[in-house]
């Protein structure tokens, strides 16, 4: 028999029993449905991931002060004696590797202008910023180093509050009162998205940070020229653990803290996050594996058991195949075609019904989906694998039987 004449009777003989067929295939849609939803549901969650990562800067420091200590009494996150202009100063001249470094101060302000309003987030920056978080403006330009020293009266509005504000008009070039401070729109920043956390970025509104300080958010906070929040980015090729430690050590010397006293700052490298991510990733690509590998074992033992019942009811037309000429390799052929027609069969059922509940899952739990097209090919390898693996004993032992003992079979 040839290839096709093997596999049309190989469907025959899988349609002669259907429902036993289709009981038989069960672990292997199974199997193979949960691991295309489970696979596909996570590859969507980690582009997603990677987008908001990488809506930061990968090669981002993030430096915050940490908390404080009186008398044995510690205080929260943030507690410590803030940052200041000076060490953002510090950093860009003497920390070797770094490309662009930014002091940053928030706060909520109203926004007024023609009758409209909206309250946002006005975040009081340096000219380097915008580099160092990789977010460029879109039309209009960006505040210059001569306008954050001179305080200048200039903002740069994110995508949300253009449109709640201007609606399909031009920002630029409007005045709007922030707070009580009239300030001219220079700039509208390209579309940033979600953060990690889900806040939208786009709500915000950018200002010299001397112009925030001066003018806008008023804080008293002890110090000359303070910073809520330092922005560093390392440049591409430079070792990130070595500069993070120069910058630990420039700011231990310059917040005189004592030798084997703990930091009152914290600088959080995003790389190490990216990384953790990565082996967490890893891991559960291992388990999902697993669950794989267990899935097809009980689905393919579900195939040989079948198999086997198929041989004994097919006993005597086996011995009759022999009897007129058959090759003991036709029959082994024969029936390790229709394990593998059985299992590809239910690999595809599965692929399908995989693919449908991992759009279901994305619908339902607002989750990203990501399907690539080698995960089809993985499944129709996984059941081509199995059908041969768990086929090859029922087929050999059909290939077996004695011709005169098959015809005598009752």
């Not at 579309?191 to 010299?208: C, E, L, M």
Request: charged share 15%; net charge negative; hydrophobic share 50%.
């Amino acid at each position: 028999m040839n290839l096709m004449s093997a596999i049309s009777v190989a469907l025959l003989a899988l349609r002669v029993n259907l429902l036993r067929s289709v009981l038989a295939m069960l672990g292997i849609i199974i199997g193979v449905s949960a691991v295309i939803a489970m696979v596909s549901v996570t590859e969507g969650a980690k582009r997603a991931m990677e987008e908001r990562i990488a809506s930061f800067g990968a090669n981002l420091l993030v430096i915050r002060p940490g908390s404080s200590a009186f008398g044995g009494r510690r205080g929260g996150a943030g507690t410590a004696t803030f940052m200041t202009d000076a060490d953002v100063e510090a950093i860009r001249s003497e920390i070797p590797g770094i490309v662009a470094v930014s002091g940053e101060m928030s706060g909520s302000q109203p926004m007024v202008v023609a009758g409209e309003n909206w309250t946002t987030n006005v975040q009081g920056v340096h000219s380097d910023y915008f580099e160092a978080r990789d977010w460029f403006v879109e039309s209009g330009r960006a505040f210059t180093p001569a306008e954050v020293r001179s305080g200048a009266r200039v903002i740069m509005i994110g995508q949300t509050v253009a449109t709640e504000l201007f609606g399909a008009a031009d920002p630029l070039g409007q005045t709007v009162r922030v707070g009580a401070v009239p300030m001219e729109v220079i700039g509208i920043m390209a579309p940033k998205g979600q953060s990690s956390w889900g806040s939208d970025q786009d709500d915000t509104v950018f200002a010299p940070i001397t112009t925030t300080r001066a003018r806008l958010l008023g804080y008293q906070l002890g110090v000359r020229d303070p910073v809520f929040t330092i922005y560093a980015e390392v440049a591409p090729g430079t070792n990130v653990s070595h500069a993070v430690a120069d910058i630990e050590e420039l700011l231990r010397i310059r917040r005189n803290i004592q030798p084997g006293a703990e930091d009152d700052f914290s600088v959080n490298n995003l790389a190490e996050f990216i990384r953790a991510r990565n082996e967490t990733e890893t891991q559960l690509g291992v388990l999902l594996a697993a669950a794989a590998v267990i899935s097809l074992l009980v689905g393919g033992i579900g195939i040989m058991n079948i198999m086997l019942v198929s041989v004994t009811e097919r006993t005597r037309e086996i011995g009759l195949r022999l009897a007129v000429g058959a090759r003991r390799a036709d029959v082994r052929n024969q029936f390790l075609i229709e394990s593998v027609v059985l299992c590809v069969t239910g690999g595809i059922a599965g692929m399908a019904i995989g693919v449908a509940g991992a759009y279901g899952i994305g619908n339902l739990g607002d989750f990203p989906v990501s399907i690539h097209p080698a995960i089809a090919g993985i499944a129709i390898g996984a059941a081509v694998f199995v059908g041969l693996f768990f086929g090859f004993y029922p087929a050999h032992r059909a290939s077996r039987l004695d011709p005169i003992e098959a015809l005598r079979f009752e």
